[in-house]
């Protein structure tokens, strides 16, 4: 019995409680249930686990970046100064809460599959990686509410949240979506849909008589901005070599000098500091987004394979860029509007709500931007065109700003942290989950429930009274670019009859001539 009991708690404790082994145990089971050689099993499992451990290794060092930037914002500014990073959060997250987040998604997985069995709601929420955020967000901020000796209740309730707003998040999005894509084939499974909507909606209010972001001419100097990893990068040796700067004249030299540990000992040494710090975190995030990659690599086929199998029919949805290519401008104007956005609202947290109520300072985080903002931007622009684009873009990067210094009241000792969740989803469901299980257990425990219920309540009336009778957003801007659309038809068609009627008059003379 001695033996059963050891056996017993060292698979619970030495492989089911390492976050590492269990993603790995995932994956192989998914690749069992879909039949896949052993040889395919066996590699699933390890690279699921090796991208886990990965992501670990990517954190430490977007850590040590974060840990200078956030005393040279401090010592600038006398705030504390946060960048918003899902990967980052996550990853510092993991080593405490990497376990119950596993269990979480696994759970939420099942929910999910079911609810999509026997309900309207048939969406499949196939965004791996947002999985893994959602399911950390929700373990981390259910173990502050819950406390660390009831972490059975932090999975169960944990499960049921996320198992809902993966449902029901593509639902309340999916007009705009079909908008965007003309079809209803697929959905976007992507967390800042509090983004998408209220850009779509904000296009259908502005943008009734706006022409197509796809009708302006980009120039190719811009394309870089494209590429998310050279893009945040960009954005952090910016933000580094400004405070680090501005740090300057408000703090004595060795108090500066101290901050690396590299030691400078002059002011070039100390800015060239900032600047391979800023570098760093742009390798710690490529090496995060690689483990994540890994990771998916895996999970998602698993996932897919067993969803088709128990729901036959339902709907996928999928990351935020497979609507990039509806609208490539849209992304690119809406992911600059974004952080013209975010730069307002980091002003008036820095000017206002900072000095009042002690909110951190926001900093604009580059991935966020990039992929909410380019996705705003596309509802926006499916909507509202250039207008919808802009102003929605731009009211998205408000909203990621906002609402990351609401969700970090309830992140518990991860509140201080340099960095914490960045897309709106996340937030606003953070808060509110987390503001609800402050209030107690027990009541806290109820009270999610009954707030995951109201949710599932309001996405399945939605889902049955809008989306199913084929409710189109935008009508009068969708009736004006076809509009415009039959004019160039006409005037390009009156061209080619001039052209043909020029290239005649010359025959015919050239003929006279003759």
Same mark, same amino acid.
């Given at each position: 019995?001695?033996?059963?009991?050891?056996?017993?708690?060292?698979?619970?404790?030495?492989?089911?409680?390492?976050?590492?082994?269990?993603?790995?145990?995932?994956?192989?089971?998914?690749?069992?249930?879909?039949?896949?050689?052993?040889?395919?099993?066996?590699?699933?499992?390890?690279?699921?686990?090796?991208?886990?451990?990965?992501?670990?290794?990517?954190?430490?060092?977007?850590?040590?970046?974060?840990?200078?930037?956030?005393?040279?914002?401090?010592?600038?500014?006398?705030?504390?100064?946060?960048?918003?990073?899902?990967?980052?959060?996550?990853?510092?997250?993991?080593?405490?809460?990497?376990?119950?987040?596993?269990?979480?998604?696994?759970?939420?997985?099942?929910?999910?599959?079911?609810?999509?069995?026997?309900?309207?709601?048939?969406?499949?929420?196939?965004?791996?990686?947002?999985?893994?955020?959602?399911?950390?967000?929700?373990?981390?901020?259910?173990?502050?509410?819950?406390?660390?000796?009831?972490?059975?209740?932090?999975?169960?309730?944990?499960?049921?949240?996320?198992?809902?707003?993966?449902?029901?998040?593509?639902?309340?999005?999916?007009?705009?979506?079909?908008?965007?894509?003309?079809?209803?084939?697929?959905?976007?499974?992507?967390?800042?849909?509090?983004?998408?909507?209220?850009?779509?909606?904000?296009?259908?209010?502005?943008?009734?008589?706006?022409?197509?972001?796809?009708?302006?001419?980009?120039?190719?100097?811009?394309?870089?901005?494209?590429?998310?990893?050279?893009?945040?990068?960009?954005?952090?040796?910016?933000?580094?070599?400004?405070?680090?700067?501005?740090?300057?004249?408000?703090?004595?030299?060795?108090?500066?000098?101290?901050?690396?540990?590299?030691?400078?000992?002059?002011?070039?040494?100390?800015?060239?500091?900032?600047?391979?710090?800023?570098?760093?975190?742009?390798?710690?995030?490529?090496?995060?987004?690689?483990?994540?990659?890994?990771?998916?690599?895996?999970?998602?086929? #698993?996932?897919?394979? *067993? /969803?088709?199998?128990?729901? =036959?029919?339902?709907?996928? &949805? +999928?990351?935020? $860029?497979?609507?990039? %290519?509806?609208?490539?401008?849209?992304?690119?104007?809406?992911?600059?509007?974004?952080?013209?956005?975010?730069?307002? #609202?980091?002003?008036? *947290? /820095?000017?206002?709500?900072? =000095?009042?109520?002690?909110? &951190? +300072?926001?900093? $604009?985080?580059?991935? %966020?931007?990039?992929?909410?903002?380019?996705?705003?931007?596309?509802?926006?622009?499916?909507?509202?065109?250039?207008?919808?684009?802009?102003?929605?873009?731009?009211?998205?990067?408000?909203?990621?700003?906002?609402?990351?210094?609401?969700?970090?009241?309830?992140?518990?000792?991860?509140?201080?942290?340099?960095?914490?969740?960045?897309?709106?989803?996340?937030?606003?469901?953070?808060?509110?989950?987390?503001?609800?299980?402050?209030?107690?257990?027990?009541?806290?425990?109820?009270?999610?429930?009954?707030?995951?219920?109201?949710?599932?309540?309001?996405?399945?009336?939605?889902?049955?009274?809008?989306?199913?009778?084929?409710?189109?957003?935008?009508?009068?801007?969708?009736?004006?670019?076809?509009?415009?659309?039959?004019?160039?038809?006409?005037?390009?068609?009156?061209?080619?009859?001039?052209?043909?009627?020029?290239?005649?008059?010359?025959?015919?003379?050239?003929?006279?001539?003759?």
């Amino acid at each position: 019995m001695d033996v059963l009991v050891a056996i017993l708690n060292f698979i619970s404790q030495q492989i089911l409680n390492v976050p590492a082994y269990l993603i790995g145990i995932i994956a192989a089971v998914g690749l069992i249930a879909l039949k896949r050689p052993v040889g395919q099993i066996v590699s699933g499992a390890l690279k699921a686990a090796m991208g886990y451990l990965i992501l670990g290794a990517g954190a430490n060092v977007v850590t040590a970046s974060l840990d200078p930037f956030g005393t040279l914002v401090y010592k600038a500014t006398g705030a504390q100064g946060v960048v918003p990073t899902n990967e980052v959060i996550t990853a510092q997250a993991a080593e405490q809460f990497g376990a119950q987040s596993a269990y979480i998604i696994v759970l939420s997985f099942i929910i999910m599959l079911l609810i999509a069995r026997f309900t309207p709601l048939k969406y499949i929420f196939l965004t791996g990686h947002h999985m893994v955020f959602m399911s950390m967000m929700l373990a981390l901020v259910l173990s502050v509410g819950f406390g660390a000796s009831n972490q059975l209740l932090v999975i169960i309730v944990g499960a049921l949240l996320m198992a809902v707003v993966m449902v029901a998040m593509p639902a309340f999005t999916q007009p705009f979506t079909n908008r965007v894509t003309g079809s209803d084939k697929i959905s976007v499974g992507h967390f800042n849909s509090i983004g998408y909507a209220a850009s779509g909606a904000i296009g259908c209010a502005v943008g009734k008589k706006s022409k197509s972001t796809e009708d302006i001419n980009f120039p190719k100097s811009l394309s870089f901005l494209r590429d998310s990893m050279v893009s945040t990068t960009l954005l952090m040796v910016v933000l580094y070599l400004i405070f680090a700067v501005w740090a300057i004249f408000v703090t004595p030299a060795e108090e500066l000098f101290a901050i690396f540990a590299s030691a400078p000992t002059d002011y070039g040494a100390y800015v060239m500091a900032a600047f391979a710090q800023a570098l760093q975190f742009g390798i710690g995030v490529s090496i995060i987004l690689y483990g994540v990659r890994l990771i998916l690599g895996e999970l998602v086929p #698993a996932f897919q394979g *067993i /969803a088709q199998k128990v729901v =036959p029919g339902a709907k996928p &949805a +999928l990351d935020i $860029p497979i609507v990039f %290519p509806y609208a490539p401008n849209a992304s690119l104007i809406g992911f600059l509007s974004s952080f013209a956005g975010g730069l307002v #609202a980091l002003g008036i *947290i /820095a000017l206002w709500l900072g =000095p009042i109520w002690g909110i &951190a +300072l926001i900093l $604009p985080g580059m991935v %966020p931007h990039f992929f909410d903002g380019g996705g705003a931007g596309v509802f926006g622009n499916a909507t509202g065109g250039r207008r919808g684009a802009v102003v929605g873009g731009f009211v998205n990067g408000m909203l990621i700003t906002f609402l990351p210094a609401s969700l970090m009241g309830v992140m518990g000792a991860y509140g201080v942290s340099n960095s914490t969740f960045g897309d709106g989803d996340f937030c606003w469901y953070g808060s509110i989950v987390g503001r609800i299980v402050n209030i107690g257990v027990m009541p806290g425990a109820i009270g999610t429930i009954i707030f995951a219920i109201i949710l599932f309540a309001a996405a399945w009336i939605w889902q049955v009274k809008v989306v199913n009778k084929g409710w189109q957003p935008a009508k009068q801007h969708f009736a004006f670019i076809e509009s415009v659309k039959a004019e160039e038809k006409a005037l390009a068609a009156k061209e080619r009859e001039a052209k043909k009627a020029a290239r005649a008059a010359q025959q015919t003379s050239d003929a006279a001539q003759q």
